[in-house]
């Protein structure tokens, strides 16, 4: 009588051996959905039918833990958008896809032109401005401010950190507004803000912001 076929076997050391080239394989797929079912096929492949459908738990009626903890180890890193990898919002999370695309070109209207605009609260005010003209966004993070600044208009690298500070000091003036929702804190123009950059169009110069 022959004997019944063996199922392949998985070590440990064997299965840590072949982790990163599963990682790897996975990185391929944007959604983390898709990550893991593409993980669980990889290692159907690898193993066997033995290991594709492991033991399961008749409480959690899901996958064994040590299947769970393989998947966890396995499961590639979302992939970061160009922007957080180099540019100056990679500190203040993902950058939204219609400010990632805006494409600056000249002015707010009644603003100055940025290359006349030397203080940091009124290049962010600025900014502000621009976007809400272009893209009807009203308010922003530091790290999207930050971006438009160095990434779009080529201005000199400024930080999230200093947007923050440099707007935290004319909170008191009335020409910005900080909006939390959550963990994040947003920036909105107020009708003062916008009033003082058009009185710096009209002179020519930027003022005594901080």
């Given amino acids: 009588m022959a004997s019944k076929k063996k199922q392949p076997t998985l070590t440990y050391d064997h299965l840590m051996e072949e982790i990163p080239k599963l990682a790897e394989a ?8 898709v990550q893991l079912r593409a993980f669980d096929a990889l290692i159907a492949s690898l193993v ?15 996958r064994s833990d040590a299947a769970k903890k393989t998947s966890s180890r396995a499961k590639a890193k979302p992939r970061r958008t160009p922007q957080e990898r180099t540019g100056s919002g990679r500190k203040a999370g993902r950058i939204p896809q219609e400010i990632d695309n805006l494409a600056v070109e000249g002015a707010p209207k009644s603003f100055p032109p940025m290359k006349e605009v030397k203080k940091n609260a009124e290049r962010c ?39 923050n500070r440099a707007l935290e000091r004319v909170t008191s003036r009335h020409w910005v507004s900080p909006v939390t929702r959550g963990r994040t804190k947003y920036w909105r123009l107020l009708s003062a803000g916008r009033n003082h950059m058009q009185d710096l169009a009209k002179q020519g110069k930027s003022g005594n912001a901080a």
């Avoid at 066997?48 to 899901?62: H, L, M, N």
């Avoid at 621009?130 to 400024?158: N, P």
Wanted: charged share 25%; no cysteine.
């Fill in 26 to 33: 996975v990185n391929a797929f944007s959604t983390e959905s």
């Fill in 125 to 163: 005010m600025w900014v502000l401005e621009y976007v809400e003209q272009k893209k009807k966004i009203s308010e922003m993070t530091a790290g999207s401010i930050a971006y438009i600044i160095h990434d779009r208009l080529k201005e000199k690298k400024i930080l999230p950190e200093t947007v």
């Fill in 48 to 62: 066997g039918e033995a290991f594709s459908a492991p033991e399961t738990s008749s409480k959690s009626g899901g």
